[in-house]
Every structure is written in C-alpha cells, then in structure tokens.
C-alpha cells in the first residue's frame, strides 16, 4: 500500500508539474508573440516616421529652391537686361515644371540635385559675370547658357518642344526692337 501511495504521489507531482511547466511555456510563448508582434509594430512605425520625415525635407528643399528661382528674376542685374530678365523667367518656369515632375515620380525629370546645383551655384555665377563685365557678348553666352539649363531641365519630351520656342524667341525679340 505504501508502494501505490508513493507511486500515486510521484505520478500527481510528475502530472503537476509537467501541467505548471505548459502552462508557463504557454504563458511565455503567448508573451513572446505578443512582443514579436510590438516589436514589428514598432519597427512599421519607425520606418512610416523616417519616410514621412524625408519627404518633408524634400519638400521643403523643393520649396526653398522655387523661392531662390523667383529671387533671381528680382536680382537688380536682370532688371536692367530684358533679354536677360525673360531668360530668367523662362528658367524659372523650367525649374518649377522639372522640381513638379521630381515631385510626382515623372519619368525623365531632372534629378533635384541638377535643379540645385542650377539654381544655388551657376545661375548667381552667370548673374554675377554680367554684373561685372556687363558687355553685350558676355549677356550672349549668359542668355544662351540659361535657355540651355532651360532645356536640360524639361524632360525628353517638354524640351524639343521648348527647343523651338526658344529658337523662335530670339527672332521675335528682334522683331519687336
């Protein structure tokens, strides 16, 4: 009888303990999932932020590089040339249409660092060699080299078509002076 009253008691605690052991493997895989799926939570949210978080900066690039176009057609320089002035506008309107075609995912559209690189480096370059020399050949070369940022900027497509309205504009001016 003692034989069956331990052998009882050894299989209650054996069936005891197995039972508390799943219970607590169950608990702690329940726990484990229930991190898993935070931590992966988490991590979405994380990469949601940082996406949110560049296309803010690009924006706001895009912003500060419209504002710098439209400064430039204001410059006292352009004000005195025309020619110069109405290149300048023409530029502005290719910056604006290629930072809305970067914008959008456009196929062909500049990169931003061209847009930048046009409007924070050679345009002010080009204004301040007409501020210096000021004579009729160097506002040449600088209207030409504005209707060719010009073009460069538009894609494929824009550009042959702005090609010849620009290869039509010098005509015009002539006309009209």
Not at 138 to 151: E, I, K, P, W, Y
């Amino acid at each position: 009888m003692r034989l069956e009253f331990l052998s009882t008691a050894a299989a209650v605690a054996t069936s005891s303990l197995v039972s508390w052991v799943a219970d607590v493997a169950l608990h702690d895989g329940l726990l484990f999932a229930a991190l898993f799926v935070l931590l992966v939570q988490w991590q979405l949210q994380r990469r949601r932020q940082e996406r949110r978080a560049k296309r803010e900066a690009l924006l706001a690039s895009m912003r500060a590089l419209s504002e710098e176009v439209e400064l430039l057609a204001c410059d006292k320089v352009a004000v005195e040339y025309p020619e110069l002035r109405r290149q300048l506008h023409i530029f502005e309107r290719a910056v604006m249409r290629a930072l809305a075609s970067a914008h959008h995912g456009r196929a062909g559209a500049a990169p931003l660092c061209v847009i930048q690189r046009y409007v924070r480096e050679t345009a002010p370059t080009l204004l301040a060699a007409v501020k210096e020399y000021g004579d009729p050949l160097t506002l040449q070369g600088v209207c030409r080299h504005f209707q060719l940022m010009s073009q460069r900027l538009l894609p494929q497509s824009e550009s042959s078509e702005a090609t010849a309205q620009i290869a039509r504009a010098p005509h015009a001016l002539s006309a009209g002076a």
